[in-house]
């Protein structure tokens, strides 16, 4: 396959499993994010990663800037931060760009990888729909809470392909099981639905997606937003395939006591990633006949605890 030189941008839990497992694997693996206390951490003690994996790896090249990055001529960047940043990730990045790179959304949400095509070309966009989670319990510490195996990889472009069976199999040696998909938008639509029926009910009730899952009143929630969201799916056109809501309630059923980055963020006072999940929803419906008006009301309470913090 050849050696690639990877970058991760955003070190927080996605962004730190994937970086650790790929440079635990020996990987060429440079890091950047902005949080300087959480990278200096990285630098002189390693990045460790507890729970479902036990690591504690180290890096020789570790930036607070994407503007480093350009020394390294990366073959692949993945883009780790939250959604709400992909736009001024993508600005900065441009000044790092070469021909042949290729930028690899590494996020939740819908279309995100459309923007990277819009700002590069098709060829440059890969896509990573992402089935583990965890949280930053300190600087330089992330845990890993589960990992529903695989990850799917998808692109934008038949020029791209190679590459992106590639990364598929370097992932998957390194210990994050990775299908290549040349359906990536029913990948991402299918974790998109899946979270817009339980993360917003987390973030608003404080409850863990086991508890939220656990209580009747909160599952009769999350059960009206999934038929909303598929839906709306089907009047896009996006076949989901038979008996798709029975295979998101045993999906969801299984969550255990993790916290969304939706219940995180609000936590913590941080802008949260609804647009490009619950919002997105929204937007696709607004171009069917298909209505969402409890999705949009979980939004817009979302986004009126956004304007209180």
Same mark, same amino acid.
């Given at each position: 396959?050849?050696?690639?030189?990877?970058?991760?941008?955003?070190?927080?839990?996605?962004?730190?499993?994937?970086?650790?497992?790929?440079?635990?694997?020996?990987?060429?693996?440079?890091?950047?994010?902005?949080?300087?206390?959480?990278? @200096?951490?990285?630098?002189?003690?390693?990045?460790?990663?507890?729970?479902?994996?036990?690591?504690?790896?180290?890096?020789?090249?570790?930036? @607070?800037?994407?503007? &480093?990055?350009?020394?390294?001529?990366?073959?692949?960047?993945?883009?780790?931060?939250?959604?709400?940043?992909?736009?001024?990730?993508?600005?900065?990045?441009?000044? %790092?760009?070469?021909?042949? &790179?290729?930028?690899?959304?590494?996020?939740?949400?819908?279309?995100?990888?459309?923007?990277?095509?819009?700002?590069?070309?098709?060829?440059?966009?890969?896509?990573?729909?992402?089935?583990?989670?965890?949280?930053?319990?300190?600087?330089?510490?992330?845990?890993?809470?589960?990992?529903?195996?695989?990850?799917?990889?998808?692109?934008?472009?038949?020029?791209?392909?190679?590459?992106?069976?590639?990364?598929?199999?370097?992932?998957?040696?390194?210990?994050?099981?990775?299908?290549?998909?040349?359906?990536?938008?029913?990948?991402?639509?299918?974790?998109?639905?899946?979270?817009?029926?339980?993360?917003?009910?987390?973030?608003? @009730?404080?409850?863990?997606?086991?508890?939220?899952?656990?209580?009747?009143?909160?599952?009769?929630?999350?059960?009206?937003?999934?038929?909303?969201? %598929?839906?709306?799916?089907?009047?896009?056109?996006?076949?989901?395939?038979?008996?798709?809501?029975?295979?998101?309630?045993?999906?969801?059923?299984?969550?255990?006591?993790?916290?969304?980055? &939706?219940?995180?963020?609000?936590?913590?006072?941080?802008?949260?990633?609804?647009?490009?999940?619950?919002?997105?929803?929204?937007?696709?419906?607004?171009?069917?006949?298909?209505?969402?008006?409890?999705?949009?009301?979980?939004?817009?309470?979302?986004?009126?605890?956004?304007?209180?913090?």
């Amino acid at each position: 396959m050849g050696k690639y030189k990877f970058g991760v941008v955003g070190i927080g839990p996605s962004g730190a499993i994937l970086a650790a497992h790929l440079a635990d694997h020996g990987e060429d693996v440079a890091i950047v994010d902005i949080k300087y206390d959480h990278m @200096t951490a990285i630098r002189e003690h390693g990045l460790h990663l507890t729970g479902e994996a036990d690591l504690i790896v180290r890096f020789k090249k570790t930036h @607070t800037s994407i503007s &480093m990055l350009k020394q390294y001529e990366i073959d692949v960047l993945f883009i780790a931060t939250k959604t709400f940043s992909l736009r001024p990730v993508l600005h900065e990045i441009r000044d %790092i760009y070469h021909d042949g &790179m290729k930028i690899v959304c590494y996020q939740n949400g819908v279309d995100n990888e459309d923007m990277i095509a819009e700002r590069f070309s098709p060829e440059a966009a890969l896509r990573v729909v992402i089935n583990h989670a965890g949280n930053v319990v300190d600087d330089g510490v992330v845990r890993m809470t589960f990992f529903h195996k695989p990850n799917y990889i998808g692109c934008l472009s038949k020029e791209s392909e190679k590459i992106t069976k590639d990364v598929a199999k370097i992932l998957t040696a390194a210990e994050l099981d990775t299908e290549y998909a040349p359906d990536i938008k029913f990948r991402e639509w299918e974790k998109a639905i899946f979270h817009t029926a339980l993360a917003p009910v987390s973030a608003l @009730t404080g409850q863990t997606m086991k508890e939220a899952m656990s209580l009747p009143e909160t599952r009769e929630l999350v059960d009206a937003l999934l038929r909303e969201a %598929i839906a709306v799916a089907e009047a896009r056109g996006i076949d989901l395939g038979e008996g798709f809501y029975e295979k998101g309630i045993r999906y969801l059923g299984t969550a255990g006591d993790h916290k969304p980055s &939706m219940r995180v963020d609000i936590e913590e006072g941080s802008e949260t990633e609804i647009d490009f999940i619950t919002g997105k929803i929204i937007e696709h419906a607004e171009k069917t006949e298909a209505g969402c008006p409890i999705n949009l009301a979980l939004y817009n309470l979302v986004k009126g605890m956004e304007m209180k913090l």
